[in-house]
């Protein structure tokens, strides 16, 4: 394994524990989980793995081979900057359960693509330490974790589906979470037994959160959530009332937020009920959706999804926050090669950069490795 390899080259004796937590493509549910509604991803066969070995005292070091060179070291937290932050905000947060440690990281998620690399690395070091220290915490105590270290430490608000994902997923289902509950439980989703797969279109554009769009999108959600006096747009039951008492930008974010809950149920009643090849109508709504009442897509996304839909896919939609990353596309087995050409066709006319295809196959949550 070239992590342990690394880690040994660097720090001179074999990691004490290796883990590996993976990324995320979310079927549906977007923008919902700081909302406090229901969303639906599934692991995804790429990730992060972290091989490390605690330290007595407070240095952390850090290496990543995606950033190849010496390893970073970190007498002071406030020296973290980049990448590090993610690993330094989960080591902090554990405050004296643990104190510094060594870690070389390698990661193959792709990078900007809208799969949640960042969750991934605060997983996988989270669940590390747990292990290597005997912490005792559950998965969704993982991935609470490391929510709050990309809240705190990067200032990227994101809600706990990312997390939840990469620490509780299930081979070959999707994971159902309540986000406000934080209840959840995986529902089978085998598409090639119906003759399908789900295809990831990658834009090629990549995006940077932290700040900016994304946070302005869940100001104007509590916003309108404390004008229509409710803890949460998941609790507003009255949608057309709601929408009678707002304006502008927080009437349309409040309509995304309460009609992407009901596609999540809707969409869990069809795969519990076997009827896989009828969640396209709602892919294509949440796009819609996304599209008109978000604001989040962006011309490189929408491309993808209309010529997607024009080469045979049963539905399609942006995934992830947004502003860029990646579509997905539900596509019968047959039909693969046609949406590819036809998405890569509409790119080529626009003058866009050449999309990337990859296949989303659900997988394993964190796990040990070694």
């Known amino acids: 394994m070239r992590v342990v390899e690394a880690f040994a080259a660097a720090f001179g004796a074999s990691p004490q524990t290796v883990w590996r937590a993976p990324g995320r493509v979310n079927l549906i549910g977007e923008h919902t989980d ?38 970073v070291t970190i007498a002071t937290h406030a020296e973290s900057k980049g990448w590090t932050r993610y690993v330094v905000g989960v080591l902090d947060l554990l405050g004296d359960r643990v104190r510094g440690a060594d870690i070389a990281i390698d990661g193959d998620v792709p990078q900007g693509a809208g799969l949640s690399s960042s969750a991934a690395l605060e997983v996988a070091v989270a669940s590390a330490l747990n292990d290597v220290h005997s912490l005792g915490m559950t998965p969704m105590e993982i991935a609470l974790l490391g929510q709050q270290a990309e809240n705190d430490f990067v200032g990227m608000p994101c809600g706990i589906m990312d997390q939840a994902a990469s620490a509780l997923s299930e081979e070959g289902r999707a994971l159902f979470l309540d986000c406000r509950s934080l209840a959840s439980r995986t529902i089978p989703f085998d598409l090639a037994a119906h003759g399908l797969s789900l295809l990831i279109v990658d834009t ?15 100001a104007e959600c509590e916003s309108a959530a404390r ?4 803890a949460a747009l998941r609790d507003v039951t009255d949608l057309a009332g709601a929408l009678a008492e707002l304006q502008g930008d927080e009437r349309k974010r409040t309509e995304h937020v309460v009609t ?22 709602l892919l294509n709504a949440s796009h819609l959706s996304l599209r008109d009442l978000y604001e989040v897509s962006s011309p490189e996304l929408d491309v993808a999804v209309e010529a997607a839909l024009r080469g045979g896919a049963r539905g399609a939609r942006m995934t992830g926050g947004g502003f860029g990353g990646s579509a997905i ?41 070694s």
């Not at 509604?37 to 990730?47: D, I, K, N, R, T």
């Not at 090629?204 to 869940?218: D, I, N």
Request: proline share 8%; charged share 20%; glycine share 10%.
């Open 34 to 71: 700081y909302n406090d509604g229901f969303v639906l991803p599934f692991a995804v066969p790429w990730g992060v793995t972290a091989a490390l070995t605690p330290r007595d005292d407070d240095t952390i070091r850090l290496l990543s081979l995606q950033a190849p060179g010496e390893p």
């Open 227 to 230: 004008k229509l006096g409710v």
């Open 204 to 218: 090629q554009v990549h995006h940077e959160h932290a700040g900016g769009e994304y946070a302005k999108r869940r």
């Open 329 to 369: 596309a539900l596509v019968p087995v047959e039909r693969l090669d046609s949406v590819q050409r036809s998405v890569s066709d509409a790119y080529a006319e626009r003058g866009f950069q050449a999309p990337r295809f990859l296949p989303a196959v659900p997988a394993p949550g964190a796990h040990r490795l």
């Open 260 to 281: 992407e809950n009901h596609r999540v149920e809707a969409l869990v009643g069809l795969l519990r009920a076997g009827a896989v090849t009828e969640i396209g109508a």
